[in-house]
């Protein structure tokens, strides 16, 4: 005989619309901390070792099931079918597991709160109970829009309404129901067949199972949730912020618990994918987004945000943008820098104020300092480019790359048309506009000799305020020289 006491099967609830986000975006794909709600309840649900993981699809269905498999978490797509409601939902789960024989935690995709520890407890809770179904519940101050957890006189859950169905009395009661449950598979199976839709939505209700399971005479218990925040589900944008907040919060403690410096926890995001060393300090104003990842004693910030990134160890990065750049031991960027993808910034390198890159690599310990445009371009090491250096990568027609060998030192607004290659050792002057390749060590210049057309202002612009000064000037210019000529 096979033991079933251990045999886990979790269900996602993610098939419907959620017209109260008022989004062409499905509701469990819109993303708190670098995840999409859905997201973080597989996450969550792996986390717990199921035998078995289906997900229920329905609106968007294809969007939905590209984002579940793009969390690298094994689960089963399901497609609800035209009948609708959550008991529907999880009858076609069990439809699509009919050999999986166990309890079965039933999950709502847009509850993206929950951890593991708590639906592990709430596992354990219905199997020390040997109940056929326990309800996850909490304690609302306003319960309004839940359904509500009905006790009856001996305290034990009799059933569960929902807030359109509820009686007054009923609608006062402030324990509600989280939409998170256990049940044992084989009286889950048996009660949901016959689940009808006479109620207000005219949906198929999970809810219902509850009372059916009662009437069965089977038990039926309810643990209340540790944090009821966290048990509540995201319906409109303000709940989404109000999660994110929530998560956020959480996600900083944890690394200030790892040993990271968070300066100002309430202005600083950082995502659940990122990873952070011990002493990196966070600025205030920073977030840390999707895959980043940032290496001991580093300083971001303040006001920067970093997407995807790499950052070395002991690297600064001030009031700055950067997105799939990787930024060496030692550098330092900013402030006012912008990092495109393809940035790759070198040990002890400088991006400097004002300066964007793009799709470059810039060697150990080269500096681009302030005021320049970099892309397609590599720069070896040791390299200066002085400041409003410009790679100008595009030919209205494709992109070219310029190349920058090793300890060039380059003047203020140079113009590298490109492709173009400067040589090791090389030099340019101020103003310099590179359209052919510079040789190792030589002096590169595009010097035209400097031409003064005297008189130029009064004769082309007269009765302006710079002709009249010009005049005075060069009436005191002449003046002085006649009498410097006596004086001689």
């Known amino acids: 005989m096979t033991d079933n006491s251990s045999r886990l099967a979790v269900v996602v609830l993610a098939a419907g619309q959620g017209t109260r986000m008022k989004s062409r975006l499905p509701k469990v794909l819109h993303p708190i901390g670098g995840r999409p709600l859905v997201g973080h309840v597989l996450d969550t649900a792996a986390h717990l070792g199921p035998e078995r993981i289906a997900v229920v699809v329905r609106h ?22 035209d009948i609708p409601g959550t008991g529907r939902a999880v009858e076609v789960a069990l439809e699509a597991m009919s050999d999986f024989d166990g309890d079965v935690l039933v999950l709502s995709a847009d509850v993206p709160l929950l951890e593991a520890p708590t639906l592990a407890d709430l596992v354990q809770a219905h199997r020390s109970t040997a109940a056929a179904a326990t309800v996850l519940s909490a304690i609302l101050d306003d319960a309004t829009g839940y359904g509500r957890v009905i006790r009856d006189a001996t305290g034990a859950v009799a059933r569960i309404v929902e807030q359109k169905d509820a009686s007054p009395d009923e609608a006062a009661v402030r324990e509600i129901n989280a939409g998170v449950y256990v049940f044992a598979a084989a009286s889950l199976r048996t009660q949901l067949a016959t689940v009808g839709t006479d109620n207000a939505q005219g949906e198929k209700y999970l809810t219902d199972v509850v009372g059916l399971l009662r009437a069965a005479q089977l038990t039926v218990s309810a643990a209340g949730a540790p944090d009821a925040a966290a048990a509540l589900g995201v319906n409109d944008r303000v709940q989404l912020s109000e999660a994110a907040r929530t998560l956020n919060a959480r996600t900083v403690r944890h690394w200030q618990l790892e040993g990271v410096t968070v300066v100002d926890p309430a202005t600083t995001w950082i995502d659940v994918t990122a990873t952070l060393a011990p002493d990196v300090t966070l600025l205030p104003g920073t977030r840390i987004l999707r895959a980043t990842t940032v290496a001991e004693g580093a300083t971001i910030g303040p006001d920067t945000s970093l997407v995807d990134c790499e950052v070395g160890e002991g690297a600064t990065v001030t009031r700055s943008d950067a997105t799939l750049a990787v930024i060496g031991a030692g550098a330092t960027v900013g402030p006012f820098a912008y990092l495109r993808p393809g940035t790759d910034l070198g040990d002890g390198g400088k991006i400097g104020t004002f300066v964007e ?3 470059s690599v810039i060697g150990a310990g080269s500096k681009v300092p302030h005021l320049s445009y970099v892309g397609d371009t590599t720069i070896g090491a040791g390299v200066n480019l002085g400041a409003g250096a410009i790679t100008a990568n595009y030919d209205d027609i494709a992109k070219h790359r310029t190349e920058i060998g090793d300890e060039v030192h380059t003047g203020s607004h140079n ?7 400067i040589g090791d050792g090389a030099k340019t002057g101020a103003g310099a506009v590179i359209r052919k390749d510079v040789p190792p060590g030589a002096l590169a210049l595009s010097v035209a000799p400097q031409r003064n057309v005297e008189g130029w202002v009064e004769d082309n612009r007269p009765g302006t305020r710079a002709a009249e000064v010009a005049r005075r000037a060069r009436s005191t210019s002449k003046a002085g020289d006649g009498a410097q000529e006596q004086d001689d």
């Open 60 to 81: 968007e269905r294809d969007l939905v099931a590209s984002a579940v498999a793009d969390t690298g978490v094994d689960a089963l797509i399901v497609d609800q079918d």
């Open 357 to 359: 890159t793009k799709n």
């Open 415 to 421: 113009v590298f048309v490109a492709p173009v290659r």
